[in-house]
């Protein structure tokens, strides 16, 4: 089961494996990212940053979809880690596994607007996300477990974005 | 409860604080000495000794950044009371250690294998160490 799909345009990093991975305390860490699977530097430095007594694999978007479609994956506690909101929606139109998802960090980009210390969302990102919340039960934005939890709802209804 | 305090020479130790609080977000209960604000060591100790003599209930852990310097010379003499536990040789992932450890179990173990990881984390990386790594093959665990 997944326990919580984390957006990080940074994927694991430290911050990621002091604060979240120990408030989710899952039994294996899941990164879905084309790039990062195929980039032998990337899985590297990913697997430096996992914290001792987590499995973790690094797979493409359609792997991890496949992985998760596996009925052994209900029994595990999994965390998962996307690099954009595009990559999750993939996902999600992949498999039924994903039910709480966590926005962490969404890079800078031309034409973006800040919605949080490290989110910044253009238009095509918004209309993602919209059809992204429709597939998942929440949507949260948060850097660190700790912090105030913010739901995308509200914000999704100002935009007032159309699907 | 546990106090951390952060001691050094420079601003090392509010550096220190500041860079542990972009990764964990809002931490309280940790201070930081750091000599170009608080002048002399013999300054942090008069007010670390005045803090922990009025308050013997609380353990207070005190990170020094160099082992033998006068940061450390001065503060090991606080070691006089008994919950005082002082460790050398600060890091940020000795620091992030303790804001995330939870204050069950023995203080002194703890501290011990606090020390220990933090020197498992030291690693060297160079060209030939990292294509070494990449040609061993980064095989996936399974998962499940």
Redesign the interface.
Known sequence: MVELCRIDDRLLH??VA??WV?AVAPE?I?IANDEAATN??S??AL?MAKPAGV?????TIDEAAA?LN?P??A??K?FLITRTIQDTLRLVSMTDQIHRVNIGGVKNKEGGKMIAAAVCLDNDDLHDLMKLRKRVDEVELR??P??HRISIDKYLREEEVEV | MQNLILASHGSLAEGMLSAANM????IEGVDAYGLDTYHSPQDIYQLLKKKIAEDNTHEYIILCDIYGGSVHNQLMHLCVYPNVFLLTGMTLSIV?ELI?ANETGDIEEKLLQVIQNAKDNMLLFTYQR?HN??DKG?E?????
């Not at chain 1, 499995?55 to 797979?59: C, E, G, I, P, Q």
Request: hydrophobic share 55%; net charge positive.
């Open positions: 430290g911050q002091v604060t120990g294996a899941l032998e530097m899985k590297l697997k499995k973790l694999a690094v797979k992985l596996n052994k994956a029994k595990i999994i850097m660190v700790t912090e | 990764i964990v977000g809002d992030l995330l990292v790594a990449i980064i996936d665990e399974k998962l499940w």
